[in-house]
């Protein structure tokens, strides 16, 4: 892309690009080198997950503002999937079985994506058995110590049944469904590469557009500040509180502002 076309693609959405800037700023101040003052696997969980979410956020800023956007689909989606996964960890305030499972269910993981390498006959020699046994003895323990235990899913619940345990049906039926056609591929993806149509002639382009750049701006701008938000209540910072409820609600104004010019250009 060149100097034109990259100040060409930002100034289309300039405000999100600010407003997104100003939320990674927050991120930072607070979360930077944030170290909970009692570590818990809770709070193990917490800081993780609001590390990725910047990283993720970040990632996304910089596909948007290389004319990318629409590529950022999958990693917004990752962060609305972590959102309702630590939702439902936190959600359990007495006890923390959930959080125990989300990281138990690692070696579980460990053990299938071994077992799918154990019979191929080109890997044979370089087989970790030592390592393949403590995985298999694990995912046994986790069977017997869960209810529900499952192959995929920490949980022993589908997604779709825990963004209904944490009130994010919703998301789950609009956002994350849309969102999904690019992560798996989807026929219809295609229509996004087409730049022209002239009688029987298309024309596809793999060069930067701005197709999928706002929804995914405001997307990770939405999921980044929800994990800080919970964040927040978890360690009881109230002045992030107040912060993001700000930059809530300034960006509600720009996508009010950005539809608006939608319908009278």
């Known amino acids: 892309m060149n100097r034109d076309q990259t100040k060409s693609v930002i100034e289309d959405s300039l405000s999100l690009f600010e407003l997104n800037d100003r939320l990674l700023t927050a991120a930072g101040k607070h979360f930077n080198s944030f170290t909970a003052p009692s570590k818990t696997r809770k709070t193990d969980i917490l800081l993780a997950l609001i590390a990725k979410a910047i990283r993720s956020h970040s990632a996304t800023v910089i596909l948007c503002k290389s004319g990318y956007g629409m590529e950022a689909d999958s990693i917004v989606r990752s962060m609305f999937e972590d959102l309702v996964n630590l939702t439902y960890i936190l959600n359990e305030t007495k006890r923390d079985t959930r959080a125990r499972r989300y990281i138990e269910h690692i070696q579980v993981q460990q053990f299938f994506m071994l077992d799918y390498a154990k019979n191929k006959r080109r890997l044979k020699k370089e087989f970790p058995l030592d390592i393949y046994q403590a995985r298999l003895k694990a995912k046994i323990q986790f069977y017997k ?27 789950y039926d609009v956002f994350y469904n849309l969102a999904s056609q690019h992560a798996h591929s989807q026929p219809i993806v ?27 701006l405001i997307g990770a701008f939405d999921m980044l500040r929800r994990i800080m938000e919970v964040a927040a209540k978890y360690f009881g910072k109230q002045g992030l509180l107040t912060e993001l409820s700000v930059l809530k609600d300034e960006l509600n104004k720009s996508v009010a502002l950005v539809n608006k010019e939608k319908i009278t250009s």
């Open 145 to 171: 110590r869960y209810k529900r235990p499952d192959k995929y899913k920490w949980s022993g619940y589908s997604f779709k049944e825990l963004c209904k345990k944490t009130g994010c049906s919703w998301e």
């Open 190 to 216: 295609l229509n996004q590469l087409v730049s022209a149509k002239i009688d029987d002639v298309t024309t596809f382009s793999a060069g930067p557009q701005t197709k999928g750049q706002e929804n995914n």
